[in-house]
């Protein structure tokens, strides 16, 4: 039974010394009774057989000054540690140097009564880098993204405008040159002439439905009402258009009557409310549908919902899905976000929130860290 035990700790001992993370154990009196190579290689210590036997306050105190300057912070809060003697685990340690460590704090109850004290650190300083190399590569991804979007909802306004001064004042010249062709040649009484007036009333209608089909496409590449009216007139008119073409009933709330929100909250919102009626009219099975506008202080609001068959969880966090990633992305890029819920038999809502303010704030406050310590 001896060796059996015997061997037992010559194992849990092979394992501490040749494991890559840093293992250090201090007993109640502070004194240091464990060490690995790593622990000391980490901190540029002494060879773990130096270690053992000394004074883990004064090693640690004495590496920390090196690498912050700070001490009595150290002892302040492992002191804390030790009196609690309750579990910490994966505490960010930033050292001044540049390093990482995520580092474990585990009581254990010794035969005698007493309690070792022993400390884990794992340097992750190459999986830090890469993750802020991956987010600030995000963030990049997703202001290119903003601007490109911004850009093309430029380029739809220009040329909406373009279209409708333009073309359209040219269709409007060519219809009142028809009509007064059309009345000169009635006047003429000649019955040679009621060809002609027929082919002419038939341009006359060809053009009217020019018009009403450029009228069309300014009003999908940007309705004047959003830029004229405002978001919830806007919202109301599309409803309708969309209860006219689908037969889906649709309710429209906004509190106040009048949303003032910023311009590109206003476009994000549209946009998003577009294709969320889209999604209600192509998959939804749906008989009604709501939505719901509020703003309140320096947020904004949006709900959609309707009592159609339900989107699952898988669905609704398909990456493949374009139209909720869309949705999602265009919420991102000013801080905010799209939640999108559903059940089986019980519709779907999709809830936008955009707040007010920098954008880059937002997802700066989203990059912060959980939890992060300066002591080693």
Same mark, same amino acid.
């Given at each position: 039974?001896?060796?059996?035990?015997?061997?037992?700790?010559?194992?849990?001992?092979?394992?501490?010394?040749?494991?890559?993370?840093?293992?250090?154990?201090?007993?109640?009196?502070?004194?240091?009774?464990?060490?690995?190579?790593?622990?000391?290689?980490?901190?540029?210590?002494?060879?773990?057989?130096?270690?053992?036997?000394?004074?883990?306050?004064?090693?640690?105190?004495?590496?920390?000054?090196?690498?912050?300057?700070?001490?009595?912070?150290?002892?302040?809060?492992?002191?804390?540690?030790?009196?609690?003697?309750?579990?910490?685990?994966?505490?960010?340690?930033?050292?001044?140097?540049?390093?990482?460590?995520?580092?474990?704090?585990?009581?254990?109850?010794?035969?005698?009564?007493?309690?070792?004290?022993?400390?884990?650190?794992?340097?992750?300083?190459?999986?830090?880098?890469?993750?802020?190399?991956?987010?600030?590569?995000?963030?990049?991804?997703?202001?290119?993204?903003?601007?490109?979007?911004?850009?093309?909802?430029?380029?739809?306004?220009?040329?909406?405008?373009?279209?409708?001064?333009?073309?359209?004042?040219?269709?409007?010249?060519?219809?009142?040159?028809?009509?007064?062709?059309?009345?000169?040649?009635?006047?003429?009484?000649?019955?040679?002439?009621?060809?002609?007036?027929?082919?002419?009333?038939?341009?006359?209608?060809?053009?009217?439905?020019?018009? &009403? @089909? #450029?009228?069309?496409?300014? !009003?999908?590449? %940007?309705?004047? +009402?959003?830029?004229?009216? =405002?978001?919830?007139? $806007?919202?109301?008119?599309? &409803? @309708? #258009?969309?209860?006219?073409? !689908?037969?889906? %009933?649709?309710? +429209?709330?906004?509190?106040? =009557?009048?949303?003032? $929100?910023?311009?590109?909250?206003?476009?994000?919102?549209?946009?998003?409310?577009?294709?969320?009626?889209?999604?209600?009219?192509?998959?939804?099975?749906?008989?009604?549908?709501?939505?719901?506008?509020?703003?309140?202080?320096?947020?904004?609001?949006?709900?959609?919902?309707?009592?159609?068959?339900?989107?699952?969880?898988?669905?609704?966090?398909?990456?493949?899905?374009?139209?909720?990633?869309?949705?999602?992305?265009?919420?991102?890029?000013?801080?905010?976000?799209?939640?999108?819920?559903?059940?089986?038999?019980?519709?779907?809502?999709?809830?936008?929130?955009?707040?007010?303010?920098?954008?880059?704030?937002?997802?700066?406050?989203?990059?912060?860290?959980?939890?992060?310590?300066?002591?080693?």
């Amino acid at each position: 039974m001896k060796s059996l035990d015997y061997f037992y700790r010559s194992l849990l001992a092979a394992l501490i010394a040749n494991i890559q993370d840093g293992v250090m154990a201090e007993d109640e009196s502070g004194r240091i009774i464990v060490a690995n190579q790593a622990y000391s290689r980490m901190f540029g210590l002494p060879a773990p057989d130096e270690l053992v036997g000394s004074c883990a306050h004064v090693i640690r105190e004495k590496v920390w000054r090196d690498l912050s300057g700070d001490g009595d912070g150290y002892r302040r809060l492992t002191a804390e540690l030790r009196q609690r003697r309750e579990p910490q685990l994966d505490f960010e340690v930033v050292l001044s140097d540049g390093r990482v460590f995520d580092r474990d704090y585990v009581p254990v109850p010794a035969p005698d009564g007493s309690t070792v004290h022993m400390w884990h650190y794992r340097d992750v300083t190459e999986r830090r880098q890469l993750e802020q190399r991956l987010r600030e590569s995000s963030r990049r991804l997703r202001e290119l993204s903003a601007f490109a979007e911004q850009a093309r909802e430029e380029e739809r306004r220009q040329l909406a405008l373009t279209l409708h001064d333009e073309l359209g004042q040219l269709f409007s010249s060519i219809r009142l040159e028809l009509g007064a062709a059309i009345a000169q040649f009635r006047e003429s009484q000649m019955p040679a002439m009621r060809s002609v007036v027929d082919r002419l009333q038939a341009a006359a209608g060809l053009t009217d439905i020019g018009v &009403a @089909s #450029l009228r069309r496409l300014t !009003t999908t590449l %940007r309705p004047p +009402v959003l830029d004229h009216l =405002g978001l919830v007139p $806007a919202i109301r008119w599309e &409803a @309708s #258009l969309f209860s006219k073409r !689908t037969g889906i %009933r649709c309710h +429209v709330r906004a509190r106040p =009557g009048t949303i003032d $929100a910023p311009g590109a909250q206003v476009t994000a919102l549209y946009r998003i409310l577009l294709a969320a009626l889209e999604n209600i009219a192509h998959h939804a099975a749906a008989g009604t549908a709501w939505i719901s506008v509020t703003r309140q202080r320096d947020l904004t609001t949006m709900e959609i919902r309707d009592n159609g068959r339900g989107i699952t969880e898988e669905q609704a966090n398909n990456p493949r899905t374009m139209g909720l990633l869309g949705m999602r992305e265009r919420a991102l890029a000013l801080g905010g976000e799209v939640r999108i819920t559903g059940a089986r038999g019980h519709g779907t809502r999709v809830l936008v929130l955009l707040p007010d303010g920098d954008a880059d704030a937002g997802r700066r406050s989203a990059r912060a860290p959980g939890r992060s310590g300066a002591h080693a």
